[in-house]
T-cell receptor, first 117, second 110 residues
Framework: DSGVTQTPKHLITATGQRVTLRCSPR?????VYWYQQSLDQGLQFLIQ???????AKGNILERFSAQQFPDLHSELNLSSLELGDSALYFC????????????????FGNGTRLTVT | GEDVEQSLFLSVREGDSSVINCTYT??????LYWYKQEPGAGLQLLTY?????DMKQDQRLTVLLNKKDKHLSLRIADTQTGDSAIYFC??????????FGAGTQVVVTP
């Protein structure tokens, strides 16, 4: 058990809908990362938050947004869903960011499997 | 730019050693990682190595790093059926986020 909790485990929804994925980081971790895993794109970095602030942005679509709350949990919001958004969405957490990030391994949750029909 | 490459498939007999190879491009990476993903599961951190090290051993796992060639390998000794999984190599950037390879599927046969 990595200590990172993601809910829900599975989500089935229709095109055009909006969903929210939730992540609770490991106790003491300040950084949260979101990744998307699909068969054709592999593991793609979406976005990183550190202590409530956005730190880095990757291949995140404009239809997607995220935030990290004062209690450090994070939510990833996916809107106007398309069939191609079907994927496994992972959250990871680590202790630090910035100058201390390099020695903070990422610990991953078990993911949320999103199916868009 | 950042790019991590791995071979896609490895078949190994139970009891033999497995060697999974990876090449990376970002010479500023400070740590390099190996993650394991079993079917339907998340990514499990297996081990990681600091970029100024050549080798790290952890029980059945041995990581070798050739920084000059930007080559990383993971050796699994006495491979077991429970080692069947996808193994991802990853490098970090200064903010800690990881760039992953496409993953190597390891199949262990009896």
């Amino acid at each position: 058990d990595s200590g990172v909790t993601q809910t829900p485990k599975h989500l089935i929804t229709a095109t055009g809908q909006r969903v929210t994925l939730r992540c609770s980081p490991r106790s003491g971790d300040l950084s949260v990362y979101w990744y998307q895993q699909s068969l054709d794109q592999g593991l793609q970095f979406l976005i990183q938050y550190y202590n409530g602030e956005e730190r880095a942005k990757g291949n995140i679509l404009e239809r997607f947004s995220a935030q990290q709350f004062p209690d450090l949990h994070s939510e990833l919001n996916l809107s106007s869903l398309e069939l191609g958004d079907s994927a496994l969405y992972f959250c990871a957490s680590s202790v630090g960011a910035g100058q201390y990030a390099y020695n903070s391994p990422l610990h991953f949750g078990n993911g949320t499997r999103l199916t868009v029909t | 730019g950042e790019d991590v490459e791995q071979s896609l498939f490895l078949s190994v007999r139970e009891g033999d050693s497995s060697v999974i190879n990876c090449t990376y491009t970002d010479s500023s990476s400070t740590y390099l990682y190996w993650y394991k993903q079993e079917p339907g599961a998340g990514l499990q951190l297996l081990t990681y190595i600091f970029s100024n090290m050549d080798m790290k051993q952890d029980q059945r796992l041995t990581v070798l790093l050739n920084k000059k060639d930007k080559h990383l390998s993971l050796r699994i000794a006495d491979t077991q059926t429970g080692d069947s999984a996808i193994y991802f190599c990853a490098e970090n950037d200064s903010w800690g986020k990881l760039q992953f390879g496409a993953g190597t599927q390891v199949v262990v046969t009896p």
